[in-house]
């Protein structure tokens, strides 16, 4: 990915960020997705009182990039307020893998504007072999 795609990733994903909804946890997040026509989709965590319905910044911006039928996603950027790296949770992982490949791109970032970037099949490295339930 080129430097433009790759700070503009950073850029949303540190925006959406602070429309997250977190009276709970306190803990903010930020997501954006680079799908495969270069279209860019953001999303924050949103919390709830009922705890378990929370969903995760990751996976709202997936959705979001998903409903707008943009089905392929090359990158997802991830930042909260903490100055280490935080990755996506397990439940984001699966639902990343649906519409991702091992190549895609997951951009690390963290309160202090530092950013790595590491490979999905390197954070999922054993996708359950479900897609023969797609036929
Ligand atoms: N959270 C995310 O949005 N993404 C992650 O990768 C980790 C956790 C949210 C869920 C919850 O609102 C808060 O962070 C604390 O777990």
Same mark, same amino acid.
């Given at each position: 990915? @080129?430097? +433009? ?9 540190? +925006?959406?960020?602070? @429309? ?8 903010? /997040?930020? =997501? =954006? &997705? ?6 860019? *989709?953001?999303?924050?965590? /949103? ?7 929370? &969903? ?6 997936? *959705? +979001?990039? /998903? ?7 090359? =990158? ?9 790296f &935080?990755?996506?949770?397990? =439940?984001?992982? +699966? /639902? ?13 970032i963290t309160?202090d504007g530092k950013w790595k970037?590491?490979? *999905?099949?390197? &954070? *999922? ?11």
């Amino acid at each position: 990915m @080129n430097k +433009q795609t790759r700070d503009e990733l950073i850029s949303r994903a540190t +925006q959406a960020k602070k @429309n997250a909804y977190a009276p709970y946890s306190k803990f903010r /997040v930020g =997501a =954006a &997705i680079l799908t495969d026509d270069g279209t860019i *989709f953001d999303g924050s965590n /949103v919390e709830n009182a009922s705890y378990g319905l929370t &969903i995760c910044a990751e996976r709202n911006a997936v *959705f +979001q990039a /998903v409903h707008a039928k943009k089905r392929k996603i090359t =990158a997802v950027a991830v930042t909260s307020d903490e100055k280490t790296f &935080i990755t996506p949770c397990g =439940a984001c992982r +699966q /639902v990343i893998a649906e519409f991702a490949d091992p190549d895609t791109e997951i951009i690390l970032i963290t309160v202090d504007g530092k950013w790595k970037v590491v490979k *999905f099949g390197k &954070i *999922f490295p054993a996708p359950p072999a479900l897609d023969k339930l797609k036929k």
